[in-house]
């Protein structure tokens, strides 16, 4: 068996034929990752003297976009919790921060009161293999944060042992990633915005947002946290998307 042979298996697993229907990009890879393998593996036993799969790479999945709801959705989510309440207070702070830092929601449930320097409008948020990054707080997210840091969160700490914790429970604990995730989902319902909106959607929006506002991609960068500009960079399609949306509508030549 030759190269062009195992080239030519991958590609009749992506066309497909009258009897076997075309593969998605991910199914054709598993196909493939399992053929290089045999191959390998006959080739370590002797059975062949070349190993025809080796230069033979699986098929890239489709790049998918990440989901960004529009800034009117994500006034209206940030909006929907009971600020009359402590916990809502609370939950509206949490969404506040969540959009105007893009931290992924495990780093702002491990927040720290002393993580937030709050005259400075900063926070240390902690990623991902314990890197650190400092990120600018704007003026929302600050008076949210200020709001519960004063008027609701004390009588949480109370209920507890003294937790150092940011976001706390109604029992004084650190706020779980799940009852993050059920906070966003209530708020979601509540401002009528319809799909599967998740803490990393205001991730995403904080990035696409900030994008469209004509930031430059390293800085975005930066905020995210990512390791390579690479990541980043899938937001620029997200942009390059909405560009070609207003394009269409908009130009009087763009339609037939």
């Given at each position: 068996m030759?190269?062009?042979?195992?080239?030519?298996?991958?590609?009749?697993l992506?066309?497909?034929?009258?009897d076997h229907p075309?593969?998605s990009?991910s199914s054709?890879?598993?196909?493939v990752?399992?053929?290089?393998?045999l191959?390998?593996?006959?080739?370590?036993?002797g059975?062949t003297t070349?190993?025809?799969a080796?230069?033979v790479?699986?098929?890239?999945p489709?790049?998918?976009?990440?989901?960004?709801i529009?800034?009117?959705q994500?006034?209206?989510?940030?909006?929907?919790?009971?600020?009359?309440?402590?916990?809502g207070?609370?939950?509206?702070?949490?969404?506040?921060l969540?959009?105007?830092?893009?931290?992924?929601?495990s780093?702002?449930?491990?927040?720290?009161v002393?993580?937030?320097?709050?005259?400075?409008?900063l926070?240390?948020l902690?990623?991902?293999?314990?890197k650190?990054?400092?990120?600018p707080?704007?003026?929302?997210a600050g008076?949210?944060?200020?709001?519960?840091?004063?008027r609701?969160?004390?009588g949480l700490?109370?209920?507890g042992?003294?937790s150092a914790?940011?976001f706390?429970?109604?029992?004084?604990?650190r706020?779980s990633?799940?009852s993050?995730?059920?906070?966003l989902r209530?708020?979601?319902?509540?401002?009528?915005?319809?799909?599967?909106?998740?803490?990393?959607?205001?991730?995403?929006?904080f990035?696409t947002h900030?994008?469209d506002?004509?930031?430059?991609?390293?800085?975005v960068?930066?905020l995210l946290g990512?390791a390579?500009v690479?990541t980043?960079?899938?937001?620029?399609?997200v942009?390059?998307?909405?560009?070609?949306e207003?394009y269409?509508?908009a130009h009087?030549?763009?339609?037939?």
């Amino acid at each position: 068996m030759a190269e062009a042979d195992v080239a030519g298996f991958l590609a009749a697993l992506r066309t497909g034929d009258e009897d076997h229907p075309a593969l998605s990009a991910s199914s054709a890879g598993r196909a493939v990752v399992a053929v290089r393998g045999l191959h390998r593996f006959a080739l370590r036993e002797g059975w062949t003297t070349v190993d025809a799969a080796r230069e033979v790479r699986p098929p890239a999945p489709a790049r998918r976009l990440p989901k960004a709801i529009s800034v009117a959705q994500v006034e209206a989510l940030l909006a929907a919790p009971d600020a009359d309440t402590p916990l809502g207070l609370r939950d509206r702070s949490l969404l506040e921060l969540l959009y105007g830092t893009g931290a992924r929601i495990s780093e702002a449930i491990g927040l720290d009161v002393d993580d937030l320097d709050r005259a400075a409008g900063l926070v240390r948020l902690d990623g991902k293999g314990g890197k650190q990054r400092v990120v600018p707080v704007g003026s929302y997210a600050g008076r949210a944060v200020e709001d519960y840091l004063v008027r609701a969160r004390p009588g949480l700490v109370a209920a507890g042992r003294g937790s150092a914790a940011l976001f706390l429970n109604a029992r004084g604990g650190r706020l779980s990633r799940q009852s993050a995730w059920t906070v966003l989902r209530a708020a979601a319902v509540r401002a009528g915005i319809p799909g599967d909106v998740s803490p990393h959607t205001l991730r995403h929006c904080f990035a696409t947002h900030l994008l469209d506002g004509g930031a430059d991609v390293r800085v975005v960068q930066e905020l995210l946290g990512h390791a390579s500009v690479t990541t980043t960079q899938v937001y620029t399609l997200v942009t390059v998307e909405r560009l070609r949306e207003v394009y269409a509508t908009a130009h009087p030549r763009a339609r037939s």
